[in-house]
């Protein structure tokens, strides 16, 4: 369990204020925190994984292609199907 005086000393680098009985309860959620990466490091050391940060690194490869020029649509098609666009813009209203 943590100490009062370990408490103390990370609300104070915290730049927190506890009571009493915020003392008590912080000091309970600590030890759980403190628990369960204490439980994660168990797991790494029982099946022995490597301190790799990403676990994905032959996922995660940086894919590069070739462009491709391809057709856009008709600009006329795509206006004829709003009302109010005329020579090649969308005209919307202002807001403000």
């Known amino acids: 369990m943590i100490t009062r005086e370990e408490m103390e000393n990370i609300a104070n680098l915290s730049k927190l204020y506890l009571s ?11 030890d759980g925190i403190i628990n369960f990466v ?17 676990s994905n690194a032959d996922i995660n490869k940086n894919v590069l292609r070739e462009d491709e020029i391809v057709d856009s649509f008709p600009r006329n098609e795509i206006l004829k199907n ?3 666009g005329k020579d090649g813009f969308f005209y919307v209203k202002k807001f403000m």
């Not at 009493?20 to 600590?30: G, H, I, L, P, T």
């Not at 204490?38 to 990403?54: A, F, H, K, R, V």
């Open 20 to 30: 009493e009985d915020d003392f008590e309860k912080m000091s309970k959620e600590m």
């Open 38 to 54: 204490n439980q994660i490091n168990t797991l790494n050391d029982q099946y022995n994984l490597e301190n790799n940060s990403n």
């Open 82 to 84: 709003v009302d109010g």
